[in-house]
């Protein structure tokens, strides 16, 4: 026998005396069986099983699973609900979820808000709207999912957005229209407003500089980019882009052509302060009539601090350690000061103040204990005799070489209350 041969169970014979098989040839002619008998163990026994089940098995298509597979089975109430989908019902139903077609119905339909409502009844499934009609003057487009209605002006209406159509211009002065005003394309409000109210001039209602305090120490610096806020009344009336920043000192300006949006970051530049100084900033504008208005100054102002403290023991000197040992008040010292020196009774007091400044002729703590300040250094003299005078640099090295009046007790006292010395 020319080529290859599948063998299969029925060219297979059982050898009665093992358990092994003959080999059955059919040439076409003749009925062949090998010589000897052969081991074939993948035929070696009866099928056990198929699809797990034992016995005469009949299978069906409920014992197939078709999750892995392209073709699906559908069982006999989908194939019903298939063929109740093929089944024409009509516009005004629909197929549920449980397979049966129902009528829609309208739960309930109002009216919100105040006013005229749309909503007139309800027939059957059907929601019965109020049609809209316009009126005198009054045009209604729809466009899309819009209603949009239209004043043409004339009529008797009262709407503010009535446009008027009469005669333009004005031929009279009426208030404060004057004749010769174009009336044309204005609202019945725009006119009597114009009648009735003159112009709104704007002004600058505040101006800072924000976190910039009013008063500084000499030497502290005073540069670089500041943010200044402003607010205006009757804003609408502020010219676009008309808002300047002024430095008054140099009277020049930092900034210029800002929006009114209330705020606006400018570099100041670096300036001197070396020295007491008084620097000033403002902001301007200009109102829709080309009138000009401008915002209160902000102002810093600079100056030398005064000092004060309290010695245990000996009465102190007057000298640069004492005022580095002490509180220092960044605050004007031109006129009255209060300290507060919580001093014991072995306490001296003393306080510093320049020498631009007044001389301190009283100290008052109530008006019981009160008294004169000056004279000679005396136990029996007064509270505070004449100061001294020294020359004192800044303990933070801010500024130096800056004459001082320092006054010291002449005598240790408890303090417990403020204290103005004037």
């Not at 397979?99 to 059907?126: E, F, H």
């Not at 009114?260 to 009539?289: H, K, L, Y």
């Not at 130096?400 to 010395?421: D, E, F, H």
Request: without cysteine; proline residues 4%.
């Amino acid at each position: 026998m020319a080529g290859n041969k599948i063998i299969t169970q029925y060219d297979l014979q059982p050898d009665p005396s093992s358990a092994n098989y003959f080999l059955l040839i059919d040439d076409g002619i003749n009925e062949y069986r090998s010589a000897t008998a052969v081991s074939i163990a993948a035929l070696s026994g009866p099928v056990t099983s198929v699809n797990t089940k034992v016995g005469d098995v009949v299978l069906t298509p409920d014992d197939l699973n078709d999750t892995s597979t392209v073709h699906k089975f559908v069982s006999a109430s989908e194939l019903s609900l298939i063929n109740l989908l093929s089944t024409s019902q009509g516009s005004d139903t629909f197929l549920s979820g449980d397979g049966v077609y129902r009528t829609p119905t309208i739960a309930d339909v109002a009216n919100i808000g105040t006013g005229d409502g749309l909503y007139a009844s309800t027939l059957s499934n059907v929601v019965q709207l109020k049609s809209i009609k316009p009126g005198t003057n009054v045009t209604i487009d729809v466009a899309s999912d819009s209603i949009t209605i239209n004043s043409l002006g004339g009529g008797s209406g009262t709407s503010a957005n009535m446009y008027y159509t009469g005669a333009s211009p004005s031929n009279v002065t009426v208030g404060a229209l004057a004749a010769g005003s174009a009336l044309s394309g204005k609202t019945v409000s725009q006119i009597l407003e114009s009648m009735l109210v003159t112009y709104l001039a704007p002004s600058f209602t505040s101006f800072s500089i924000v976190g910039q305090p009013a008063l500084i120490e000499v030497g502290v610096a005073l540069s670089g980019s500041k943010t200044f806020n402003w607010s205006t009344s009757n804003s609408s009336n502020v010219a676009v882009n008309s808002i300047n920043i002024r430095d008054q000192h140099t009277n020049t300006l930092i900034d210029t052509g800002a929006a009114n949006t209330g705020t606006d970051t400018v570099s100041i530049g670096t300036i001197s302060n070396t020295s007491p100084i008084s620097q000033s900033w403002r902001a301007e504008g200009t109102n829709t009539q080309s009138g000009s208005f401008n915002s209160s100054s902000f102002t810093v102002s600079s100056l030398y601090p005064f000092f004060y403290g309290k010695s245990t023991g000996v009465r102190p000197t007057a000298n640069q350690a004492l005022i580095n040992g002490g509180t220092k008040v960044v605050s004007s010292s031109s006129g009255a000061i209060s300290v507060s020196f919580a001093s014991g009774s072995s306490d001296f007091l003393w306080f510093a103040i320049p020498s631009t400044s007044a001389n301190r002729s009283t100290w008052f703590i109530t008006a019981l204990n009160n008294g004169a300040i000056g004279g000679a250094v005396s136990s029996g003299g007064n509270l505070f005799p004449d100061p001294v005078t020294v020359t004192i640099n800044s303990p933070s090295s801010l500024w130096s070489g800056v004459s001082y009046k320092i006054y010291i007790s002449n005598y240790q006292t408890a303090v417990s209350s403020a204290m103005t010395l004037s």
